[in-house]
T-cell receptor
Framework: GAVVSQHPSRVICKSGTSVKIECRSL??????MFWYRQFPKQSLMLMAT?????????EQGVEKDKFLINHASLTLSTLTVTSAHPEDSSFYIC?????????????FGSGTRLTVV | AQKVTQAQTEISVVEKEDVTLDCVYE???????LFWYKQPPSGELVFLIR??????QNEISGRYSWNFQKSTSSFNFTITASQVVDSAVYFC?????????????FGEGTQLTVNP
């Protein structure tokens, strides 16, 4: 079945540094990638939507200069948290949209738990 | 705008009990797609089911069953004879367009704990 590989699964970084999270679609082309963040005991909050080869569309309230999204190919999308601070500590999860017959399905990565110290 | 409401924040049952997780949705679109996902403690989202708005047939998959009622805008999920491994957060979600870029709107999730 369709798989989205997300790395790293866990990362601890120092305040002020940048962290890059990768999502790769292993056996299909991900035309669209969604990036979510999830705080403990809360739902998934959509941060941005990216289409291959174009700029990401950010949700209201999400700083595009802080959360850099690159979707350079149909199989790879990255989220870079720049100048991370403790309040950026969260669970980040990507989701790739893929065609399934005449419709579209969503395949999620396994998530990245970011801790900023 | 669309909205998904999962009114039950937490449910705790004893193993072998049946449990129903409620999901109520709002959308003005006549065509939409509903999903249920399971999120175990490890964090990944596990796809359980997808239902189109034009197909009101209920579905059963092993111990899982889903009741789709357009009249009440509900898409409830029942686990029969629950097991400890069913403990997880369950999310109901909705999308209204069948395109690559259509986003999912998630409910707040229901934490299910199945005790031995």
């Amino acid at each position: 079945g369709a798989v989205v590989s997300q790395h790293p699964s866990r990362v601890i970084c120092k305040s002020g540094t940048s962290v890059k999270i990768e999502c790769r679609s292993l056996d299909f082309q991900a035309t669209t990638m969604f990036w979510y963040r999830q705080f403990p005991k809360q739902s998934l909050m959509l941060m941005a939507t990216s289409n291959e080869g174009s700029k990401a569309t950010y949700e209201q309230g999400v700083e595009k200069d802080k959360f850099l999204i690159n979707h350079a190919s149909l199989t790879l999308s990255t989220l870079t948290v720049t100048s991370a601070h403790p309040e950026d500590s969260s669970f980040y999860i990507c989701s790739a949209s893929r065609r399934t017959g005449v419709s579209y399905g969503y395949t999620f990565g396994s998530g990245t738990r970011l801790t900023v110290v | 705008a669309q909205k998904v409401t999962q009114a039950q924040t937490e449910i705790s049952v004893v193993e072998k009990e049946d449990v129903t997780l409620d999901c109520v949705y709002e959308t003005r679109d006549t065509t939409y797609y509903l999903f249920w996902y399971k999120q175990p403690p490890s964090g990944e989202l596990v796809f359980l089911i997808r239902r189109n708005s034009f197909d009101e047939q209920n579905e059963i998959s092993g111990r899982y069953s889903w009741n789709f009622q357009k009249s009440t805008s509900s898409f409830n999920f029942t686990i029969t004879a629950s097991q400890v491994v069913d403990s997880a957060v369950y999310f109901c979600a909705l999308t209204t367009r069948e395109t690559s870029g259509s986003r999912l709107t998630f409910g707040e999730g229901t934490q299910l704990t199945v005790n031995p």
